[in-house]
């Protein structure tokens, strides 16, 4: 039943999305280097849209599958990690940015929002309450800064002719994954999407963030021992520090 | 107060405060240092809070442990608090214990309801253990202060005739010296072992549960408890640092280093100040420290929770 209503809604989605023109837009920086000194960024968007529309972004990460424990009580008392989840095509990151409140931006709005992004979400065992896991997943997501909604950071420009210029700086959280990521641009009129943009980014580690991350994910044993080691030696080197004070 | 200096931690996933986490790193150490525990309990749910992932807060606690422990040991070694022979002997019947631990944690999970029974383990573990020493460590406070200075090792050996003497009929009684003890190497063999099994269940490194375990049936002054345990603590996180690189990759060893020069520090001031303090001073402040672990555990289980779900692998 859920399929087919989720069949229905792409298939009105696609010509509509096929009938939106192209936004031209430009993002910078390109990719994102995840430095040892890396706390967030932020990434500036601008482009054209159609004249009298709004502008929606969305910074989203690659669909994941994440593996869940539902909480519930056991024996009508006692909170515990009951059954086991399986989320598919949960985007790592998900940010919202728009000139007006989703809300207010009728039916694209509301597709474009979290909670219309999360439709499309699948959880495994098929008769999960969805009704109630969703909003909960978008609650952990949101309290770990990795899912936004939010209106104000777009500004509207000069109009030229039928188009009109706009930018934003959209802040990227310092949580973030090495990874690839899409900044997409929808101009909505009417509650309806008229033209629509794509532009990729890609985060990657560089410096000793990306030498740490190869010894740990590639030569793990030599890591694990590298990591004992030098414990090892800053505690002796603290612990004689200590001694030699004492002494004194 | 902080220093405005943000770093990234490749394996974590995130950036952190370097002062946060430098400072954390010195709470738990002086702790570490004062009572002879890991503090993995206090540390790991902190970290989560600074927005560590479970599995990586958990992974680089031990490596930060090895750090803090080696300083601590250390400091006890110094001070003539380091039963060599007795942690030996706990270590090799904790990494028996813990190779059990691990298997009968499989099954359960198979069998279902694994964390049930694992906090409910984990509740009346510390309910029991915390209580007792509490208690036990008022009376023995008490009959300080009312008999000038009893002959107290006379005293419980009394106490415990029928546990003294299972412990007297074991074969092969050999002197510790730095304890003052004697008995069976089979003894300290065992009792690590099942600490072993049950931190592996608990998913903890066990110091808390040792603790009572060396002060209470192997009789050891609470002293040389603080740094055998330490000493002990040690060996197990560098194999768990190890086993957690090759299989889980979830060791970030910056945040570690960041913690462990904390915690280190903090391990010899505490070791200090554990020195200063007697040893029914020290039980009743690791009793209290036990039970508030207890009831922060408890009001998780009967609290309804922030939120409804939880990733799988943290603990």
Sequence with gaps: MKRAALFIVLLLALPASALAEDVMAQVSPEAIDIGALYNGTSIAVSGLVPEGSQVALRFTGAPEEVRMKQKGKFLGLLWMNMNTLHFSGVPKVCLVESTAPLGEMGEAGGKLSLTG??????????????????????????????????????????ARGAAREFSANVSIPSRLSPGSYVVEIFAVKDGRVVAQGVKNIEAKLVGIPAQLADLAFNHGALYGIFASIIAILAGLAIGIVFQSKEAH | MSIPIELYLPIAGNSVNIAAVFGLGGAVGLLSGIFGVGGGFLMTPLL??????????????????????????????????????????????????????????????????????????????????????????????????????????QEKHVKSSAFGRFSASLPWQMEFKRSGVRMSPLLPLFLGGLVGVLSAIMGVGGGFIMVPVMVYLLRMPMHVVVGTSLFQILFTCINVTVMQSIFNHTVDFVLALILLIGSALGAQIGAKIGKKLHGDQLKILLATLVLVVMFKILYELLATPNVLLAYVGGH
Excluded: C
């Design chain 1, 117 to 158: 992004m999360a439709q499309s979400i699948g959880i495994e065992p098929a008769g999960a309450d969805r009704g109630m896991l969703l909003p909960e997943l978008l609650k952990l997501k949101r309290g770990e800064g990795l899912y936004r909604e939010s209106s104000g950071a777009i500004v509207l420009g000069a």
């Design chain 2, 48 to 153: 989560i809070m600074m927005g560590i992932p479970p599995t990586v807060a958990a992974a680089s606690d031990s490596n930060q442990i090895v750090g803090a422990s080696t300083s601590g040991t250390l400091a006890h070694l110094r001070l003539g608090n380091v039963d060599v022979k007795m942690g030996v002997l706990l270590l090799v019947g904790g990494v028996l214990g813990g190779t059990v631990g691990v298997e009968i944690i499989k099954i359960l999970r198979q069998m279902g309801n694994a964390d049930f029974l694992i906090n409910i383990t984990y509740v009346l573990m510390l309910g029991l253990v915390g209580g007792y020493m509490f208690v036990e460590s008022l009376q023995s406070m008490k009959k300080a202060k009312a008999e000038a200075k009893a002959p107290s090792t």
